[in-house]
């Protein structure tokens, strides 16, 4: 098992697994607890706009994707906080639109693009080293945000009004947490594909909640959990040869079901723990 | 005292089409125990709103403290009617209490332990101490409105507005919260809405009547003129300081 880390790819692999399951143990306990996954996977979608761009002007698709992804993400957020319409309809416009830009930037692009199917559905194997510092210098931004942010963002999460009242600006706040969302699809984006991310963002912090009294908990837990589903999909990925996105996603996707089965068929209670 | 806390003149709120407020008057002064009843609908929780800073005026002016409600917040507690939340959400109920501080901490600050023991001693107050360390969903409705009251106590507030505050909690907790507004009132003034017409006159040293338009009753007395004119349905009539009874009801 060991020798698997003489191969570089492999190593850079583990590492970007285990540095986006930080990202996504944080962001994604947000997303749970404000119920916003629609939202994420808009984002993460609208963003492919930006991985065209990228390759239409021949730069680093993940660059044009940062963006690409924070103006999606703001777009979704003042259009369905100010423009007076419904958010789900919001989302499902920039959702296509931003899919449709990508696919007319790729269309415009004269040749083949390389590595496309990787952007879609993810690919870990194939992450190089000046992604993973990107990767880094995103973790630390977002983590250093929550950490001066945290009081806010949890009351912005459990109670909005009483925010308000409070004196936050709570449009300004949630627009910051898309963004942070927006950065976080980035980080996944090498790992499980625009099309999957959203099942990183939701599944291990909507198992991690089952458990943790806390929303630091919830986040400490998901990403553990984050970390052994990416980890435990690559190694599946490397001894079946399937691709590690799908690898990722299904191990995810499986205990997922599992815990909660449990819960369902044995007459346990989802919520409400005292 | 003579500046009024509170001086509402002839605020009007238009809400989509509907006018909710129109050319509604207030004044509260410092020590009332002000009780505003009316039916559902009558523009109640936009006239906290109102109060809060919330609530935009199409026509009229408010003042809280004598300055406009936003830049009065630190100085009023707010204890909504209910709160639409998540039963699985993962907070512990002296995590929500500590919300009640926000408004006294900087962005970007942390709790500290000062904070942390004011609001464990709203919690001794509102009598939820030992439940301190548990999860909010698994509160019951009693314990839930108890925990509202505590967390608007920590922001230490001079007014202190409720909504509504025993609408969904049984008889028991009911009277327990009044108990709890009775010793609070010594040390702040408080605006009280409610639909509960009959215990709240025991309680409070004034009431209003609200239904898009509103009668003030300084005397802290009801007459039936006006509630007729307040309700379209029947209803009773209580005496204040004669705890329940009923003048005359239908």
Redesign the interface.
């Known amino acids: 098992m060991m020798e698997i880390l003489h191969y570089e790819f492999m190593r850079n692999a583990i590492a970007a697994a285990l540095l986006a399951s930080l990202a996504c143990g944080i962001i994604g306990s947000y997303v749970v607890?404000k119920?916003i996954g629609f939202i994420s996977g808009g984002i993460a979608h609208s963003a492919f706009g930006g991985i065209g761009l990228g390759y239409f002007l021949g730069i680093n698709p993940l660059v044009g994707l940062i963006p690409f992804s924070l103006l999606a993400a703001a777009g979704i957020g003042l259009l369905s906080k100010k423009a007076k319409v419904a958010e789900d309809t919001s989302i499902g416009t920039f959702w296509a639109a931003g899919m449709a830009l990508g696919v007319l930037f790729i269309g415009l692009t004269p040749g083949y693009a390389p590595d496309l199917f990787s952007y879609l559905f993810g690919n870990i194997l194939t992450v190089p080293r000046s992604d993973l510092l990107l990767i880094l210098g995103l973790d630390i931004g977002i983590v250093a945000t929550v950490l001066?942010?945290?009081?806010?963002f949890?009351?912005l999460?459990?109670?909005e009004?009483?925010?308000?009242?409070?004196?936050?600006k709570t449009t300004l706040l949630y627009l910051l947490l898309l963004c942070l969302i927006a950065l976080t699809v980035v980080i996944l984006v090498r790992v499980a594909g625009i099309v999957m991310v959203v099942a990183l963002l939701t599944i291990p912090a909507a198992i991690a909640?089952?458990y943790?009294?806390?929303?630091s908990?919830?986040m400490g837990l998901a990403t553990v959990l984050c970390a052994l589903f990416t980890l435990g999909g690559l190694w599946i990925s490397w001894l079946t040869d399937v691709p590690s996105g799908a690898s990722i996603i299904l191990l995810a996707s499986a205990v997922f079901l599992a815990v909660h089965g449990k819960a369902f068929f044995g007459g346990g209670e989802?919520?409400?723990?005292? | 005292m003579s500046e009024p806390l509170v001086e509402i003149r002839d605020a009007t709120v238009v809400i989509g089409r509907s006018r909710v407020l129109d050319g509604v008057n207030l004044r509260v002064d410092a020590g009332d125990f002000l009780g505003i009843i009316g039916p559902n609908g009558g523009g109640k929780t936009t006239l906290l709103r109102v109060i809060?800073g919330?609530q935009r005026l199409a026509s009229g002016t408010v003042r809280v403290f004598g300055l406009p409600p936003?830049e009065v917040?630190?100085r009023v507690g707010?204890v909504?009617q209910h709160?639409v939340?998540?039963?699985?959400?993962?907070?512990?109920v002296r995590?929500?209490a500590?919300?009640g501080r926000?408004?006294h901490?900087g962005?970007?600050s942390?709790?500290s332990g000062s904070d942390r023991r004011i609001a464990d001693e709203a919690l001794a107050t509102v009598g939820l101490s030992r439940l301190a360390g548990?999860?909010v969903?698994?509160l019951s409705g009693g314990e839930l409105q108890r925990l509202l009251i505590a967390?608007a106590l920590v922001?230490e507030p001079e007014l202190l507005l409720l909504d509504e505050p025993t609408a969904s909690v049984d008889p028991e907790m009911k009277t327990s919260i009044y108990d709890l507004l009775d010793r609070l009132k010594q040390e702040m003034t408080i605006i009280l809405v409610t639909h509960d017409t009959g215990t709240i006159s025991r309680h409070v040293s004034r009431i209003a009547c609200l239904n898009c338009t509103m009668v003030s009753h300084d005397s802290g007395k009801v007459n039936r003129q006006d509630v007729e004119h307040m309700y379209p349905y029947p209803v009773d009539i209580v005496v204040h300081g004669v705890p329940q009874r009923n003048l005359k009801s239908h």
């Open positions: 607890v119920k001066l942010l945290y009081k806010e949890l009351a999460s459990f109670d009004e009483y925010a308000e009242v409070s004196g936050l909640r089952r943790t009294r806390t929303l908990g919830m989802l919520a409400g723990r005292g | 809060l919330l936003s917040r630190r707010y909504p709160l939340f998540d039963r699985s959400f993962p907070i512990t995590e929500v500590l919300m926000l408004l901490k962005l970007f942390r709790y548990r999860s969903g698994g967390r922001s």
